[in-house]
């Protein structure tokens, strides 16, 4: 719901709120905690996550301790989704009442009750980390538009680590840039939800074939997202990650020329974003095997060391959620590939 530079409106422990004021938050609130326009789906028959989850684990205070390294990928100071949080969003986006409609939330209409939709949304972030994907989702999108943020981002997760075929993939990425596109501009302005809609149309750009990419305009909506991204947070490592990826990804597809004079991509451009994201996050296990997989697209086997390299660095992190064991599992994968194929030669 908000950029990582929201501001409390009030002092806690001298709240002052004239009556319009009052009133503008309760019917923004209640919009808010309603439920979101589209019917929560349930994920019944989705896999559940592989590996053990003991150690993702963040119940109670664990969850606000953790959340900056939670959430470094996508910057420094990513708001922490308490009750000041919630009123803030409240009432700097109040065209969260277009969109939403009364929902069973168990609201009231007080501003009070902030925290108690914050605990809730708390939970969802909970089961995101931890690997209940389904789980989030469903119950993400019960909460509204707020609780839509860590919906959707468990529901790319889960599309691209544990979908078992591409049809639903694919369906899965498309059903996360309509709800974004149509959430209105509360969810616009989150970070996490724009990465995550530009996430899904990179990875679709990536399998779907060029003539389906340049009719659905993916070719100028990828980079002029990622721009106003960056624009918001220069230093954000995923989306940086995602950038280089996107050069090479269009390098693969269409070769270094076509590339350049066509799309404006390059490898010195490619490398340029890596570079970027490794010095403001070396940590982070997606970042390194992105970097091994642009390697290739762009080189082929002449930087094969380099790829080797990262990937080794990418296993070596110690997973702090389901969402990096999933990565860590698939860049050992990718690594086991490159040196087969090395010991081929």
């Given at each position: 719901?908000?950029?990582?530079h929201?501001?409390?409106?009030y002092?806690?422990?001298t709240?002052?709120y ?18 979101c326009?589209?019917?929560?789906v ?11 989850q003991?150690a ?5 205070d664990k ?6 390294q939670l ?17 803030t969003m409240?009432?700097t986006y109040p065209k ?10 168990g609201?009231t ?6 925290e ?5 949304l708390?939970?969802?972030?909970r089961l995101?980390?931890r690997g ?10 019960a909460?509204?538009?707020g ?6 981002f ?7 680590f ?5 049809a ?20 616009k ?19 779907l ?9 993916y070719?100028?909506q ?5 721009k ?14 995602l ?9 693969r597809k269409?070769?270094?020329?076509v ?13 340029k ?11 982070l296990?997606?970042?390194h095997y ?24 990418a296993v ?8 990096e064991a999933?990565?860590v599992?698939?860049?050992?994968k ?9 010991a081929?030669?």
């Open positions: 719901m908000g950029g990582p929201a501001v409390a409106l002092d806690r422990r709240p002052t004239n009556n319009n004021q009052v009133i503008a938050m309760r019917r923004t609130l209640i919009a808010i905690l309603a439920a326009s589209f019917s929560a349930a994920a019944d028959d989705w896999k559940p996550f592989p590996y053990d003991s993702y684990d963040y119940s109670g969850l606000r301790q953790a959340w900056p959430t470094r990928g996508f910057g420094t100071d990513y708001p922490f989704p308490d009750a000041d949080w919630v009123l409240a009432t969260a009442l277009e969109l939403t409609v009364t929902g069973d939330t609201f209409g007080k501003p009070e009750e902030a108690r939709y914050a605990a809730k708390q939970d969802v972030w995101m980390f209940d994907f389904a789980e989030a989702k469903q119950q993400g999108l909460l509204g538009v609780g839509q943020i860590p919906a959707m468990a529901q790319v997760i889960y599309a691209m544990l979908v078992p075929n591409q639903e993939k694919h369906q899965l990425l498309e059903e996360v840039i309509t709800y974004t596109e149509q959430a209105g501009e509360l969810i302005a989150d970070t996490v939800a724009q990465f995550g809609s530009v996430y899904a149309k990179a990875r679709l750009g990536e399998e074939s060029v003539p389906v990419v340049l009719k659905r305009g070719t100028s990828i980079p002029e997202e990622l106003a991204l960056l624009a918001k947070q220069p230093q954000q490592p995923f989306a940086l990650a950038y280089g990826g996107y050069e090479a990804g269009v390098i269409v070769g270094k020329l590339g350049r004079m066509t799309y404006g991509v390059s490898a010195d451009n490619m490398e974003y890596f570079s970027r994201s490794f010095k403001a996050q070396d940590n296990p997606i970042g992105e970097y091994a997989n642009a390697l290739t697209y762009v080189y082929g086997d002449d930087e094969q060391a380099k790829a080797l390299q990262h990937l080794k660095r070596a992190i110690k997973p702090i959620n389901a969402m999933l990565e599992a698939y860049a050992q990718m690594l086991a590939q490159h040196e087969q194929k090395l081929q030669h």
